[in-house]
Structures are given as C-alpha cells and as structure tokens.
C-alpha cells in the first residue's frame, strides 16, 4: 500500500561529505526524518579510511569545503594549502558537531542489502547489525573511491609480516623505522606515501605498473593577504567554481598548444608547473585532451623534468610514462616523489612483464622470478570506482533487478543521479556524473541540492515515487560515451575506463560534459524546470 508509513522518510547512507550535507539538507531544510548508516565509527567517509602516510587533500583547501556553510567559510582557517587527512577528518567532525548532525547517524553500521517493495513503494533496508528498516527515499552518499581494490595475489595468506592496504590503515598508524617495505602501486595515492615511508624505512621497494606523469603540488603555507581576499570573494568563488569547467578555478588556455610558439608554450607550462596542484592539468592547452600531437608536446616537458630530477637515467627511464596520453589517468600531485628515487634506500622494479608480481611468499614478494624479502607491504592498489560501491549496496530494484546484471556491461543511469528500474533510490556523485572529473564537494553540493529540491517538489505535488525512464537512461548514456570518445580519455587504461580491476567491464564512470560541471549543472536544472523531464513521476 503506497500510504504505508515508513520508518524514516529517507535513509542516507554513507557520512563523509555528501551524506551530512544531504542529512542537513533534508532534516533541517525539509523537515524530514532521516536515518544516516556509516560503517566507519565517525563521520568522515574517505578521509576517515584514509590514514595512509602522506594523505592529504591535493584540491586547494579553500575549495574544498562546505561552501554551504557560509559561517564556517569565514571562521575556519586551514593550515596549508593541501590539508592533511586528520586536518581535514577534524573540519568534517566539526561540521557535524556545529549542526548536531551526529543525533541521526547510526555509526558502525554497513548496509548489507535493499529491496524497493513495490507494494508499498518504500525501500527495506538492511544493515549488518541484522536491523530492517523501511523508507520513501534511499539516498547512497558512498563516495566514487571507497570499495577497495586489493587484487588477489597468490600467497598473501602466507605472508609472515604485516600488510596494509592504503585505504584501510590503521588508526594507530604504522611505524616504518628500521624496516624493509614494499609498497605496490603508484597512482596518486603511493605518490603521496611514497617520499613519507621513504624518510623512515629502512629499505623501501616500490612494484611499479604503470608509471605516471606526476606534477608538483607546492603544499606550504598560503600567504594571510590571500587567505584574507578570499574570504572577502567567497560569494564570487563560490560561483565561479559552480559555474566553472572541473569545480576549480582553473580554465583551459583557449588556444591550442600547438599553434604558439615554443617559447611561448614553454612559458606558459612553467607558469603551470612553477604554481604547482591541478593548474598543469586542467589549466593546460584546450586541445590536450583532444589531440595527440599537443599532448605530445606538454608530455615532453613533463618528460624532460623528469630526467632533470631523477639522477640514474635508468631510473629516470622506467619513471617515464610509457603507453598513456598525458592527463588521460589521474593526476597525481607529489612533493618530492621522483626525488625520492635518488635515495640510496629506495628501489624501483618495473612489475610489468617481466617483473611482474608472480605471487607472495611467506618472506616478501616473487616479482620477475626473484624474491624480495619485507616487513612490511604496503598495498596501494586503489580502488573499484564509481560503481563497486553501489553494487555493493546489493540494492535490488523493480521485479528485484539487481546493478551487477543492470550493469553487465558498464554503468547505465540517468545524469548519475538516478538509475531506471530503481525507483526514489538517489547516488551522489554517480557513476556518469562530473564526479571524480571534479572538484568533488561542488559536485556533491550540486547533487544535495538537486535532490533535496526534487523530494520538496514531490511532497508539494503529491508525488510518492520518482524513477529514471529507460528511454531518457540510454539516451544519457549515448550521450556520456559520445562526448568521452571525442578525447584522448578512452585509450588510457585508467581507473576512470574501469580498467584497473581484472574483469571489470571497459566502460567510462564518470561524465565528462562539453561544459563541464557548469554545463551538467544547468541539464540538470533544466530538467527539473521542465517537470523532471526523463523521469516518471508516480
Ligand atoms: P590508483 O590510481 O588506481 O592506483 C593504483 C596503483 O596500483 C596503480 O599504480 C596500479 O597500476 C597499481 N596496481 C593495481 N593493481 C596492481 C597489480 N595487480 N599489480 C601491480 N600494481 C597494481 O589508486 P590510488 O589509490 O593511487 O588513487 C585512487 C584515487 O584516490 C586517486 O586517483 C584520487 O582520486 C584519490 P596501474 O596504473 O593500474 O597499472
């Protein structure tokens, strides 16, 4: 019976950034009762499970807050330009003190499974503490990294030290002094633990992959005058990130690379480099994401910094990119990673081919049909994005539809809000929206804000369920791969093309939109302008 009064009206799962927002959003601006689950023991969500040394933001500080709290914009001061993990753990448990947001979360608690009933068309919500509980909305704030990808090598189990995944590190930390480590990966999160578990291990060996086109992230203090300026422009910031192409203030040279000439590009790309974070990335040449010859030619000057810093040119060799465009995987940020390598007790195997890893013993690891013996490993293997989360959600859908079978084939939703067949189920920051292609809190704003305003007008319409039509999904979908197979995006094998879990279908996650995070936003307030246009509404 559709007027079957639920337990909550919505259930949020999930409590780092966007699961507060969105508990806020509805329990303070719509009234409604809301249940938060979190596994964690805090709120948090990423910056909770991410402990590893060296973690820390690498979006500028001043951005990546909760612009929604205008108050706490002014008051907060951060202490560098790239917070730490427990800098920025202490701002999100502030958040949640200040709006006594922690009465509503149910802390230690992983949602195992949910059925949307079609009968009373609320969801039945399950958690590993055995509860049951039923709502009109169910609102996954999972977060796009959060399934960890710990890949299955053979013979972890007889490993006699101790291992780490980077995503899962103790609370106590993990003291390195004096010991032999390994650490396998090196995508944006090695990159950042890399140089920190240098400094104290004994002898430290890192399985390299793929190598990547890191740049410098110049973390430090920011000058008072800047702060002061900023606080002073919050409105206009604000704006302009929402507005802007990847939530940042970073625009793209509205030129093509290769129409300067050379002294002019190298100009313009030390400027980039000399400022250090995202600027080279997504302040670049307009064309490096489309054409290979200008990819080239920033590529070649990342190259030649890369050779200019690693002292053995063998070295230098196997820390090049190889087999990638440049910025078409994650941009990892370092502080003093290739330098790094110059230490006598830091040493690099190339795992792929040859050196690849064959299997962990009891001592270390086979790699390349030698034994390395370790203490310590270190697993930096990332993680199943976007949509491991939500499948693990084990959510099931009209006629009991399940994401693994919807998504066979790769993500299939409606603006990465919404998904066909699953009906008043809500997904921040979802698969084929902006998401990771951004500065994540604008996004997840963006999608509070959306969803909360679409619950509101749903009450005041008389409306009790909302679900994307598959029409209006396929042709979204189109429309994603589309505008992704004009860039040079598709050929990397990147965590973005899913091609980082054996498996996993070759799909693009998120959206990259011809208007970026700007453009997304206006689709999607136009389609709630015009009634929810692609949306059954019941
Ligand atoms: P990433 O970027 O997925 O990096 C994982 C690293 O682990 C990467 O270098 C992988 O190589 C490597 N990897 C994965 N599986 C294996 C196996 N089986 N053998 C050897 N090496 C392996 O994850 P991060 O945690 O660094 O970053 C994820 C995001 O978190 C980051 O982009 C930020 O948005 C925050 P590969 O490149 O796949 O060849």
Redesign the pocket.
């Given at each position: 019976m559709a007027g079957t009064t639920p337990d909550f009206d919505a259930v949020v799962i999930g409590a780092g950034f966007s699961g507060l927002y969105m508990l806020k959003s509805l329990r303070d601006k719509l009234g409604l009762r809301v249940r938060v689950y979190e596994a964690g023991d805090t709120v948090g969500g990423?910056w909770y499970w991410?402990r590893y040394p060296g973690a820390r933001c690498?979006s500028d500080a001043y951005i990546y807050v909760c612009t929604w709290d205008k108050q706490l914009l002014q008051e907060w001061e951060w202490s560098e330009r790239y917070p730490t993990q427990p800098e920025i753990l202490r701002y999100l448990e502030h958040v949640a003190k200040r709006h006594d947001l922690k009465r509503d979360i149910q802390f230690g608690t992983r949602v195992t499974g949910g059925e949307f009933d079609e009968g009373t068309n609320l969801w039945k919500v399950h958690t590993d503490k055995g509860e049951e509980v039923t709502a009109r909305f169910l609102i996954a704030a999972v977060g796009?990294?959060s399934a960890t990808?710990l890949?299955q090598?053979k013979g972890l189990e007889k490993f006699k030290g101790k291992w780490y995944h980077?995503?899962r590190f103790p609370k106590e930390g993990v003291d390195f002094t004096a010991k032999r480590v390994a650490v396998?990966?090196?995508?944006?999160?090695?990159?950042?633990a890399i140089p920190e578990i240098a400094q104290q291990a004994k002898q430290l060996t890192v399985?390299?992959?793929?190598a990547?086109y890191c740049v410098p992230a110049r973390n430090g203090k920011v000058d008072p005058e800047v702060t002061k300026a900023r606080k002073a422009d919050y409105d206009g910031i604000v704006k302009r990130i929402r507005e802007s192409f990847f939530g940042q203030e970073h625009y793209f040279i509205p030129k093509s690379a290769l129409e300067v000439s050379r002294e002019e590009r190298e100009r313009e790309l030390d400027k980039r480099w000399d400022a250090g974070g995202f600027a080279f990335w997504l302040a670049n040449y307009q064309d490096m994401f489309f054409s290979k010859e200008a990819n080239e030619v920033i590529a070649d000057y990342l190259r030649r910094k890369i050779r200019a810093t690693v002292k053995d040119p063998k070295v230098a060799d196997k820390l090049i990119p190889q087999g990638h465009y440049y910025g078409t995987?994650?941009?990892?940020l370092d502080t003093n990673y290739f330098e790094t390598f110059n230490k006598d007790n830091v040493l690099l195997v190339d795992?792929?081919a040859d050196g690849?890893?064959e299997e962990i013993t009891e001592k270390g690891i086979r790699a390349g049909g030698k034994e390395y013996e370790f203490d310590i490993i270190v697993?930096?293997?990332?993680?199943d994005?976007m949509t491991g989360p939500l499948k693990a959600l084990n959510l099931k859908g009209r006629g009991g539809r399940t994401l693994d079978k919807e998504w066979v084939d790769g993500p299939h939703t409606y603006l990465g809000v919404s998904v066909a067949g699953f009906p008043n189920l809500f997904t921040i920051t979802g698969p084929q929206s902006p998401s990771?292609l951004s500065n994540m809190p604008v996004s997840i704003e963006q999608h509070v804000e959306w969803i909360t305003d679409c619950i509101d007008n749903m009450r005041k319409t008389g409306k009790t369920t909302i679900e994307a039509t598959p029409q209006a999904q396929d042709q979204w979908v189109a429309h994603v791969n589309e505008i992704v197979n004009m860039t040079l995006m598709t050929s990397a094998?990147?965590?973005y093309m899913s091609?980082?879990i054996?498996g996993k279908p070759r799909a693009f996650l998120p959206y990259l939109g011809p208007e970026g995070v700007g453009g997304y936003r206006k689709k999607c307030d136009e389609v709630a302008a015009k009634g929810y246009e692609g949306f059954q509404l019941a």
């Open positions: 990423t991410n690498d796009t990294l990808n890949p090598f980077t995503s396998v990966g090196t995508g944006a999160t090695a990159v950042q399985f390299q992959r793929t990547n995987k994650r941009q990892p795992a792929t690849k890893i697993f930096a293997t990332g993680f994005a990771v094998n990147s965590w091609a980082n054996p």
